[in-house]
């Protein structure tokens, strides 16, 4: 069993960046794939970036060259480093786990999920 914790949501002022953390505990993570995932209000949850066990990467075409998405093993915490805000990226983002080697991109494929951190964007 995993359990992960998010944090670092907040109100930003667009071009603002912010810092989300993932902290997991119940299992070492460095065998799981790891992914930040977001659904803001009336809309379907959606894949921001997703990271496999051995540091492989995937962005959403929307945040690529603005977030980057990154593991510390050791700390058993996954990041992702949010730049360049706008508005849109207002959400709620949650990071997910799942006991795989590989990139994981499909929310439905995740079995552990943490209870989400908001994310607000001023203009």
């Known amino acids: 069993q995993v359990q992960l914790v998010e944090s670092g949501g907040g109100l930003v002022q667009a071009g603002g960046s912010l810092r989300l953390s993932c902290a997991a505990s119940g299992r070492i993570l460095n065998t799981y794939a790891m992914g930040w995932f977001r659904q803001a209000p009336g809309k379907e949850r959606e894949l921001v970036a997703a990271i496999s066990s051995g540091g492989s990467t995937y962005y959403a075409v929307s945040v690529k060259g603005r977030f980057t998405i990154s593991r510390d093993n050791a700390k058993n915490t996954l990041y992702l480093q949010m730049n360049s805000l706008k508005r849109e990226d207002t959400a709620v983002y949650y990071c997910?786990?799942?006991?795989?080697?590989?990139?994981?991109?499909?929310?439905?494929?995740?079995?552990?999920w943490g209870q989400g951190t908001q994310v607000t964007v001023s203009s």
């Open positions: 997910a786990a799942e006991y795989s080697q590989g990139l994981v991109i499909r929310g439905s494929s995740y079995d552990y």
